[in-house]
């Protein structure tokens, strides 16, 4: 799913106070992923887009369906049916083709359905976020605030960063402190097999488990935009993770605990196996490993959150 538009660097450009004399000027920065992982509307949010974009895939799953069908029918009755009738079948495969072509613009494409549904699901989340960040801004009579995850900022020190301050107005916004949730890196699956990398079942389920677990609202997965390129810093977006990898790494990320996870497919019976480890990254330990069977991927989102809850009630344990 694409990226929720946030628009927080927008929001915050606007922030602009009385004019002072330049040297006086003061600019800060937010990190967007924070603060979106912080928000209590952001997995109902993914959710809703989630449900949305499964509904779509759908139709357009069944639309090519009947023209392959159609093609098949064509295909076999070449050389038995007229030219005529030939020809209308062909014209036929042709609108179909032209109607799913036509269809999937009108989803997809820049301003298309799946934008406009993505904004105005996002609009009250980006205007509380904006909204917590010009009164931060002003507070601290900052001019200009940037968005750090959008990847033009170079160096910043670390006394202009209002992360934490914009969370907490958000947090007083909602109606008082969220409880402090323990962090969880959740790194990439292995896929484990010729099928699970054909299918690429692991970059489909680590986003269904981070949204399942952050849908709990007893633990908080680091940000995916994050922790990817935390992985392309040191090397490893390519690489399995390995426990004494991920121990370090997530030690980075402030997590509490972290999932090496792999996945397993059976290409004669499509046969999915998902297995998680979680580890406390303090003691550097097995807390517990997870396991969830399907007879094939319709259910793969379902699994995923059933393995939040079991993934919340080991960590609920220590």
């Known amino acids: 799913m694409k990226r929720l538009a946030l628009g927080i660097a927008a929001a915050a450009a606007l922030t602009l106070l009385r004019p002072l004399p330049a040297a006086a000027q003061k600019i800060g920065y937010v990190n967007s992923d924070s603060v979106f992982a912080h928000y209590r509307g952001a997995a109902d949010i993914r959710a809703e887009m989630a449900r949305a974009q499964t509904a779509w895939n759908q139709e357009i799953a069944a639309r090519k369906a009947t023209i392959d069908s159609l093609q098949r029918v064509l295909d076999d009755q070449q050389l038995v049916i007229s030219s005529e009738r030939r020809k209308a079948r062909q014209d036929e495969l042709r609108a179909k083709r032209q109607e799913l072509e036509t269809f999937v613009r009108e989803i997809f494409d820049p301003r298309g359905k799946a934008d406009q549904r993505n904004r105005e699901l996002s609009k009250p989340m980006v205007d509380k976020i904006g909204a917590a960040v010009r009164t931060v801004a002003l507070e601290n009579g900052l001019q200009l605030v940037v968005d750090a995850t959008a990847g033009a900022l170079v160096y910043a020190a670390k006394d ?109 019976t499509g046969q999915l196996t998902i297995t998680v480890r979680i580890y406390s990254v303090d003691s550097n330990l097995l807390v517990s490993e997870e396991q969830e069977i399907m007879p094939d991927d319709r259910t793969l989102a379902t699994a995923c959150e059933r393995l939040a809850e079991k993934i919340v009630a080991k960590a609920g344990q220590l």
């Open 160 to 268: 202009l960063d209002i992360t934490r301050d914009v969370i907490d107005e958000l947090e007083r916004e909602e109606g008082g402190a969220a409880p402090v949730l323990a962090v969880i890196a959740v790194y990439p699956f292995k896929e484990d097999g010729a099928e699970a990398v054909r299918k690429k079942y692991g970059k489909t389920l680590l986003p269904y488990l981070a949204t399942a677990l952050e849908r709990t609202r007893a633990i908080r997965p680091v940000p995916q935009q994050q922790m990817l390129q935390l992985l392309r810093d040191k090397g490893l977006e390519q690489a399995d993770v390995s426990q004494t990898r991920g121990i370090e790494l997530a030690k980075i990320l402030g997590a509490r605990y972290m999932l090496i996870s792999t996945v397993a497919a059976a290409a004669a």
